[in-house]
């Protein structure tokens, strides 16, 4: 498959690698391709700058969001919340019928540590990229975890825990079901249309608390019936 994987950041490098070495053909969107390759220098968790990253990795192109969607059957939003209105935005002429896996979080800083949901309630982010993109096919999913066990759910529990699918189009939820499966997941609950992504994206603040107590961002829910 044909997948543009939007954002530079730790989501994204590593949904990025992931799916290319599952074999798909990749390439990662961002607003300023030379900038961001331009980033070598490790940041604060020391991860490595985009630029290097890439140099590491030159079977996955980069380019700027529109080309990177121009061609992609399935886009991935791995920007963060408050960028992911905009990206789409710089893509939304390539976005007709593709499908949108957003795997962001609404994230709001403004105050300090922990953050607040810049919308929840009786709205999500998913709804609004929704809104806003209507001739795109958003699907809410992978928000409840870190990068890692997106990419590799096997690193805990073996595996053995849940994820979840927010949508309006079931037959894009069926192909980021299989998408999910490919990555490893094997517990994947269809929870409806897109107003569910409310529900996942309100797990967010426990998720933080729960990462300090526990000491690592490295667990994700399961649901046992």
Same mark, same amino acid.
């Given at each position: 498959?044909?997948?543009?994987? *939007? =954002? @530079? =950041?730790?989501?994204?490098? @590593?949904?990025? %690698? /992931? $799916? ?9 969107? @961002? ?13 604060? /968790?020391?991860?490595?700058? *985009? ?20 061609? %992609?059957?399935?886009?991935? #939003? ?8 905009? %990206? ?10 593709? +499908?949108?896996?957003? +795997?962001?979080?609404? $994230? ?8 607040? $949901?810049? &919308?929840?309630? !009786? ?19 992978? #928000?409840?975890? #870190?990068?890692? +066990? ?35 997941? /094997? !517990?994947?609950?269809?929870? =409806?249309?897109?107003?569910?992504? /409310?529900? &996942? ?6 998720? &933080?608390?729960?990462? =300090?107590?526990?000491? @690592?961002?490295? *667990? ?6």
């Amino acid at each position: 498959m044909r997948i543009a994987v *939007f =954002g @530079t =950041g730790m989501v994204g490098q @590593t949904l990025a %690698a /992931r $799916l290319a070495e599952l074999g798909h053909e990749v390439t990662v969107g @961002t607003r300023d391709p030379a900038s961001s390759l331009a980033r070598t220098e490790p940041d604060q /968790r020391g991860m490595p700058g *985009f630029g290097a990253w890439a140099q590491a990795h030159p079977d996955i192109g980069v380019a700027a969001y529109g080309e990177a969607a121009r061609d %992609a059957e399935l886009v991935v #939003n791995a920007t963060s919340g408050e960028g992911a209105l905009e %990206a789409l935005e710089e893509a939304v002429a390539d976005l007709d019928g593709t +499908v949108v896996l957003d +795997v962001s979080n609404p $994230l709001e800083f403004s105050g300090g540590f922990p953050p607040l $949901l810049s &919308v929840c309630n !009786d709205d999500s982010l998913g709804e609004e990229l929704q809104r806003a993109y209507p001739q795109a096919r958003v699907v809410k999913s992978l #928000n409840t975890m #870190n990068a890692s +066990v997106m990419a590799d759910p096997t690193s805990v529990g073996g595996g053995d825990h849940s994820a979840f699918l927010s949508g309006d189009d079931a037959e894009a939820k069926e192909i980021v079901r299989e998408l999910l499966t490919q990555l490893g997941h /094997r !517990d994947v609950i269809d929870l =409806g249309d897109i107003t569910t992504a /409310r529900g &996942v994206e309100m797990w967010l603040p426990l998720w &933080v608390r729960l990462a =300090g107590t526990l000491g @690592t961002a490295s *667990f994700q829910l399961k649901i046992v019936r």
